[in-house]
């Protein structure tokens, strides 16, 4: 039973990694659009929406990560 437990939790990090990339690349494509563009000119920094997607991504990789390495 218990190696059921441990499969499910590896399979759930491996979702998490994944995600987390997704929401990475997600939040890079939507850097490169022309109203993020604007906003970056204008203030800056980066629209709340990409540092969102960005941190996501952040979180959700490394708490997969955690999950997949964890004994």
């Known amino acids: 039973m218990a190696t059921n437990a441990t499969s499910i939790v590896k399979i759930l990090g491996i979702a998490l990694l994944v995600l987390g ?19 970056e000119t204008i203030t800056g920094s980066n629209p709340d929406k990409v540092m969102t997607l960005y941190i996501g991504g952040a979180v959700s990789f490394v708490v997969g990560l955690f999950l997949y390495t964890k004994k």
């Open 21 to 39: 990339v997704g929401l990475a690349f997600w939040g890079y494509q939507l850097s490169g659009s022309v109203g993020s563009e604007i906003t």
